[in-house]
């Protein structure tokens, strides 16, 4: 193993989520060994290898550690495919799909996100055509799952670090589970989820973002159910979340969210008002889906 991308990879993630030296060293060894680390002047030992990589939300087998140099152009590829997807433009992710298979020297990371990537286009079609998950999906997370962590066990997962892509490949596994209506299972997985964001002590943006997605999830699966006060305290936390994000990632959806629920709830008022507040924002943004779904709550 290359000592200098060992200590790039540890540099990268560090500054990912925005932790000094001090603070990574803290309660695992010296600033200065951090420090000789990440020039490659020193190669850590397993054990301090492993505390580094827990906190930096990784393990040993969540990041390639030789390979670590990427492609900016692939990574930008991979960045705007994720954007087109959350947007739900499914056309626009299909064809950055196959401008990703066009890249050569596709790592083990890479080819999981490309996984990812591709799962999550597919069971979007499927959902809004048939507003259902096939279990094939399952088989396909899982082997997804297996590149990078062989033994994970879904239900025992708030202990471990997971990366964001390992994350994702879960979140996905529990709206499967949720539209086969296994509901108590598609809780328990976005629940023990949320917890392993704990190991993120500084979070990204794109953490943050889909930390907040789950959320989502989480309340939809409560509401579903008709267990509203843990929905709506779910989603509390999710606009808490979004607020203290620079860029308010998904805030007017959660609102939608929190006023449906309230309305359900019996809180019909409240829920409206809610609801007429973030209506122009949709109008705006040409939401046609959720502008029907207002409309139909407030003529109600």
Known sequence: MEKYKLGDTIRFLRKQMRLTQE????????????????????FPSENILK???NKLGQDLNGINLINFSKNSSLENLFDIAQNFLLK????????????????????????????????????????????????????RIYDALKLTNKNIDIFNID?????????NLLSFLAIIFSNNGKLDDAINIDKNLLKCFDFYKIKTLEQNATQILISIHLAQFYEVKEMYDESLDTLEKAINLSKNNVHNPFLCEIC????????KKGNKKEGVKLLKDIYPYFKLVDNKNLVYYIEKFINQ
């Open 23 to 42: 603070q990574l060293a803290e309660g695992i060894c010296s600033p200065i060994t951090i420090s000789r680390i990440e020039s490659g002047v020193q």
């Open 51 to 53: 505390m580094i990589l």
């Open 88 to 139: 739900s433009n499914f056309d626009k992710t299909s064809y950055i799909i196959k401008e990703i298979y066009q890249q050569q020297n596709l790592d083990t990371l890479d080819k999981q996100r490309l996984n990812m990537l591709e799962i999550g286009l597919e069971m979007a079609l499927e959902i809004k055509e048939t507003e259902t998950t096939s279990d094939v999906f399952i088989d």
């Open 159 to 167: 202990k471990m670090p997971l990366s964001l892509q390992e994350i």
């Open 256 to 263: 939608f969210f929190k006023g449906r629920v309230l309305y």
